[in-house]
């Protein structure tokens, strides 16, 4: 396993990673590091080396001190690892710091982009009078001349929450929610 796809900040990170090809026994030294994807606030690139757990295996750890100062966002990681002088890019990805909620601020908007989107959207649908054309969404400014186009941009943010909602989902461990199971069978 590599690294995991959505943390809160203040919890702690803590997961196994098998690099087969290059092994600590080796003296090989497995690194990530995560770079927002936001520019503000400014949040420098953080950097972790892995510990040895056995002869295959890496642990990767950080405390739940040190994710606290994560900012909540998106961030790239990137893993490879290094052994005197050498060094081998084993791939990237992308990790989603939530806010942490033992810290939340009254007033704080914790929503998803798209929740945000689709509750602008459907504000601007009802104020929608057929003159009026200019609405602030998700904090830009978007003129429609038709209630056809909001239910367009209602749709599209519509899949966007669902695909937000299945990845959080599979992450916990549920069953996927865009899928409809049926029971059968005698009562």
């Known amino acids: 396993m590599s690294m995991v ?15 087969a090809d290059y092994p600590a026994t080796a003296a090989w030294v497995l690194k990530y590091r995560l770079v927002p994807r936001f520019t503000t606030p400014v949040q420098a690139p953080v950097e972790l080396t892995a510990t040895t757990v056995n002869t295959t295996d890496y642990r990767v750890q950080a405390t739940p001190t040190a994710t606290a100062a994560w900012t909540p966002g998106t961030y ?4 490879w690892v290094e052994k005197a002088g050498e060094r081998q890019s084993l ?8 806010v942490n909620p033992a810290t939340v601020a009254q007033g704080a908007d914790i929503r998803s982009q798209a929740e945000r989107a689709i509750d ?27 209630r056809a186009e909001i239910v367009r941009q209602l749709s599209y943010w519509s899949v966007q929450l669902k695909r937000e909602r299945r990845a959080s989902a599979m992450a916990a461990g549920l069953p996927d929610p865009s899928i409809l199971y049926v029971r059968s069978g005698r009562a």
């Open 76 to 79: 790239n990681w990137f893993r």
């Open 5 to 19: 796809d959505s943390l809160i900040a203040g919890d702690t990170l803590d997961f196994t990673d098998v690099v």
């Open 120 to 146: 602008d959207l459907r504000t601007a649908y009802a104020a929608f009078d057929g003159t009026r054309s200019e609405f602030s969404i998700a904090g830009r400014s978007i003129k429609f001349a038709t």
């Open 91 to 98: 791939g990237s990805g992308s990790l989603t710091v939530q």
